[in-house]
């Protein structure tokens, strides 16, 4: 072998190098896609239009996510709450029927969850419609969508560009710092415990 | 601080060691040996490291090791599977109480002591008991198996339906109607029936019970209660000396002097909770106050080294058996010695107590006269301040009753009767029936006369000794039926198992004290096809009487409902006074607060009782030891007590607290006596009694008498299920049955090598210290004398301001801190298991205990000095001491452990790469890496357990203690919603919630005023290796110990500098 094979070789080598990791992206980014689920809006057991709920007939979100200001969650609502105004209204839809079927039989329904964040992750929506927060904010123009999805992207560097003031609603602000025209930095808590633990 | 580990030209041993290993040169000089300890990882997988595991003969380690690669595999192969799609399943209709995401809080009570607790349950599902504050007995606080009885709840191995068997081991499921029916027919053709059930605390079931009896052909029938570890010698002891057999009150908050003969109040004996807190109100010291302080002085003469004997200021180890001698020779001392007492010219107290002069019983014992002296001294001048106690399995020797008599003939002629020791107050905690009861009922079902035996929440072929003869008289009974929660050895020998509910299924109510009632109300409905036992007890009444079968009296629970309306209609009978239109409101208020009429229960009106001075015709006159024989000692470990929850793997993995040995037990020996065998740790031995032989590992423990060995009770379950089966080794062979009482303690044995080893899995040298001055201690005359001494007893504690690169950190808000107080630590691990349940920590198993891989966060280090055949102890709580300038952080390439800006150092777990650097780094060692995907060992019904709050950790992760962040985060979330700052106190973690002593306190050092500020500030306050400048958060109150002599060696802290630590511990040897 003559030098000039040997640099060859190396030449070849550096190339089948770069070509491996190339493809070694390639294979973690198909394997890790991107955490966000942005957009995910998978069909639900009863096609339940928040446009007509909230939108056209403009029933308060904390009608039926009742414990939005109390928890963490903001709960899908118990069967028993639909049934509030579905044991008259509209009770010739079969979807509502589905509905009444499983308050007779105490089945619950079991919805497919939309927003999901980690398991070691611990948002609470409590503190946020605390501090004013809109659930448009988040959750996007849910009064318009005839099905639920996802409109962040729920991804951690997501939640500290609205905590550290770069994507702040000015109403929250407003609320938060009254009186401060334009506070600086860091805006909500920080820290990694605020929501790991 | 290395060169400290150099060779000396004069070697000294360390003044506080971990074991008797410390005190040899070798140790400290052994370049092999020291390789060894600082290999504080295990990188090899478990079952390549050299562990000789010859009495785990099924291979535990390889199989568990290949399950969970097996599933690690998988779950890599899955890993680019798209995110799986969850459900979200609302109730049909929510339950108005319930916020899904936010705790309810239900107060109940424990069936087994009466203690009042307050279960946190989230969307119906229990995951954490507390005490319940409003209890006047537990006060708030919880042991550490009140706090593992959770688990219980969700054990995997519990009878999950009726059962029909064969007696045989044999079980077939059947359903509860053709239970019934089966068993009703054949319950109304029985003409005599017994019932034999556990210790009862509730009024309700044994009221029930008496009218069940009563239903049943002519009333013939009776009830026995059996306790295994039942104060029996209590009871008669006070039978005898007072005519009323009653397990009395002792307080300990009043008494200046305690002496306890081998009773293990602090850690098992009665009411141990209670006992521990007011204990250690005697324990608290204000430095500012010091030249007025004040502190119990306690006395231990035992045979084994129980947590109340690592307490005493002053301990003394004996035989089992001769605490009587002791305890004589003092009433001696006192009454013929010094002539005090009303009973001075009694002429048979000065008949009993004739042969047992302080000088024949020193020889005999190896008491020092001086001890013996200043014991009768220090009574006499605490009469009716001082109390005297005596009991335990330890005790339970042929005398253990002359033993009891002695007691209270002390506390008598002492005029603490009446005073410390209240007669009245009647404690229902484990009076049970005496063993004669039940020897009784064995004798009737021998005779073939008796029909049926219901067994209710009691395991007597585990617990009783083969030669009792229970098992063979259980054949002779043609209908037996076992209430238990499992299939354990006796349920096995039954024709039917009904499944009980736990009892945070179940309604009922306790009585732990007089006067003090508190109702059981079930938190979760029944998991399983279980029913309570009472449930039961009224549909067989109703059964009957509607089959017209009922020859005896009709009770009224014909025609009560449920169990529950039968707890109302008692309760409305018996305690509710007023209107019955009342009734519900009353109902309510109870159940909301778990107790009533606790306000002035403590306060009991106690009047003296008069000793019968003829009791003391039952002492034996004295006797000489034979010198040779090496006596047996049966004990009860805080953790595993009597072997009921053998199968609570929280349990079987917290370290004993004394020996800190994990998963199993062993005989305990002193060193002088190891010496003496040529046994050394872990080598197997025989042990050979008159009633039986085992084979068991030795621990060498420190403090036992030269001629006293003892095993704990509790372990070689043979059926209690995946965890608790065939863990130790069952030693209730050595109980004897002596004129109808069980014998525990005093065996002679022989104890043989051989030539076996098998490796105990002891936490003590895991994170070994190595002399790192860590631990602090001081008498209580130099604490008077100059209390900053406290915390100057060594230089190298101290740190005399260095500069730092670092810059500080600001603290605009809150800055978290703790401080805990040695002095009131019993050392009883309420906080480790407290804090397991809290933050969802795994157990990993004896092999990965073994190679120190174990998950708590909290670890009891407990330290010796002094002689190794009777040393002083402090326990000592290890977690992560939040540094202000913290090792781990500097280290971390990933960022996953962080400064918060409330003072705390926080540990992220989704960050953790786990490279270990911080544990390396860490000089207190309260880092945990999860090596396996041990959440994967919680099976079924376990998941449920787990606190919602906090991350399940995964394989490869590092977690340690976090102040209990989910808590900060909880009670800042409340006191925001309400407009405010936290007040002081009101927020606390796991550990400290638990703790029965108040012995560690949370709080903000920001605030000058908090309570743990103000601890910080005091003369006792010290900080763990302060000499790095790492700024630990959490101080320690050094302990003092109230003696009168400094400590041997007390500024000898390094070896080397001062050579007298060891020198004068050897001098003390043999006069202890």
Known sequence: ?????????????????????????????????????????????????????????????????????????????????????????????????????????????????????????????????????????????????????????????????CHRGKTTPKEVVARVYPGVKDPKGLIAPHQCTTCHQ | ?????????????????????????????????????????????????????????????????????????AMASFACARRPVHKIIPYVVKPEEITAGVANFYATSCPDTGYGLLVKVREGRPVKLEGNPEHPMNKGTLSARGQAALLDLYDPDRTKEPMSGDRNGNLRAMSWVDADAAILAKLRAAGRVRVLSGNLVSDSTRRLLGEFLAAFNNGSGSHVEFDALANDEVLDGQLESYGTAVIPNYRFDQAKTIISFGADFLGTWVSPVEFMSEWAKRRKLDSKNAANAEMSKMYVIESTMTLTGANADERLPVRPGDELK?????????????????????????????GYTPQAVSADTGVSITMIQQMAEELLKNRGKSVVVA???????????????????????????????????????????????IEKLIGEMKAGAVDALIIYGSNPVYNLPKSAGFEEAMKKVPLVVAVSDRDDETARLADYLLPDHHFLENWGDASGRKGVVSLQQPVISPIHSTRAFQDTLLTWIKGGVKAGGLAGKVAASADAGTWRDYVMANWQATHHSG???????????????????????????SSTRAFRAGA????????????????????????????????????????EPISTATWDNYLNVGPALATKLGIQQDDIVEITGDSATVQLPVNVQPGMHPLAVSIALGYGRRNAGKVGTDVGMDVAPFIKVVNGALVYSGHPVKIRRTGKVYRIAITQWHNATENRPIINDISLTDFIKKPSEANETDPELRLHEIPTLWPAYEYKGYRWGMAIDLNSCTGCGACVIGCMAENNTPVVGRNNVRVSREMHWIRLDRYYSGSTENPDVVFQPMLCQHCENAPCESVCPVLATVHDDEGMNSQIYNRCVGTRYCQNNCPYKVRRFNF??????????????????????????????????????????????????????????????????????????????????QLRGDARAFRVLEILNVKPSISYMTKVRNKEKQPEGHTARTHGSEANAHKGANAEKGSY
Request: include cysteine.
């Open chain 1, 1 to 161: 072998m003559n030098r000039s094979d040997s640099g060859r070789f190396k030449k070849i080598g550096i190339l089948v190098g770069v070509v491996l990791l190339l493809g070694l992206g390639g294979a973690v980014a198909a394997v890790f896609p991107s955490a966000s689920n942005e957009g995910y809006s998978p069909e639900q057991p009863i096609p339940y239009s928040h446009k007509l709920h909230a939108g056209t007939y403009k029933i308060q979100c904390q009608y039926c996510h009742s414990d939005v200001e109390k928890s963490k969650h903001a709960n899908v609502p118990s069967v028993n709450v639909c049934m509030n105004c579905h044991s008259i209204v509209k009770t010739d839809s079969p979807y509502i029927q589905k509905i009444k079927k499983a308050y007779d039989e105490n089945k619950p329904i079991e919805w497919v969850r939309i927003h999901e964040l980690p398991d070691f992750v611990y948002f609470p929506h409590k503190r946020h419609v605390a501090k004013g927060v809109a659930c448009q904010t988040c959750h996007g123009p849910i009064q318009e969508m005839e099905r639920v999805y996802q409109y962040s992207p729920l991804t951690m560097g997501w939640c500290l560009d």
């Open chain 2, 1 to 73: 601080m290395e060169n400290q580990n150099s060779p000396q030209n004069s070697f000294s041993p360390p003044r506080h060691w971990i074991g008797t290993e410390e005190l040899s040169e070798g140790y400290w000089n052994d370049p092999k040996a020291i390789e060894k300890r600082g290999q504080e990882f295990h990188d090899k997988p478990v079952e390549t490291i050299d562990l000789i595991d010859k009495l785990d003969s099924k291979g535990i380690a390889r199989r568990d090791f290949l399950t969970i690669m097996g599933a690690s595999m």
């Open chain 2, 326 to 354: 002791v305890a004589l020779a003092v009433a001696h001392e006192i009454i013929v010695g010094k002539k005090q007492s009303r009973f001075a010219s009694d002429a048979t107290v000065g008949n009993a107590l004739s």
């Open chain 2, 391 to 437: 009991g335990s399995p330890q005790t339970k020797s042929a005398n253990a009753v002359a033993l009891q008599i002695a007691v209270n003939f002390l506390n008598s002629a002492l005029d603490n009767e009446g005073v410390t020791v209240d007669g009245t107050a009647n404690p229902n905690v484990r009076p049970g029936d005496r063993f004669a009861a």
């Open chain 2, 579 to 605: 209107a019955a239109a009342g009734f519900e409101l009353f109902w309510e208020g109870v159940l909301r607060d778990g107790v009533f009429g606790a306000k002035n229960a403590i306060a009991s009106t």
């Open chain 2, 616 to 655: 003391m015709s039952r002492i034996p006159a004295f006797k000489k030891a034979n010198a040779d024989e090496i006596l047996l000692a049966l004990y009860a470990k805080v953790g595993m007590y009597d072997g009921r929850s053998s199968n609570n793997p929280w349990l079987q993995e917290f370290p």
């Open chain 2, 932 to 1013: 396996f995907d041990h959440w994967k060992s919680y099976e079924g019904t376990m998941n449920l357990a787990w606190n919602p709050d906090v991350t399940v950790r995964t394989r490869g992760i590092m977690e340690k203690c976090t102040f209990c962040v989910q808590r900060i985060r909880g009670a800042k979330d409340k006191a925001k919603d309400e407009g405010r700052k936290l007040l002081d106190g009101e927020l606390k973690p796991a550990c400290q919630q638990t703790c029965p002593t108040d012995a560690i306190i949370f709080g903000d050092i920001n605030d000058p005023n908090s309570r743990v500020s």
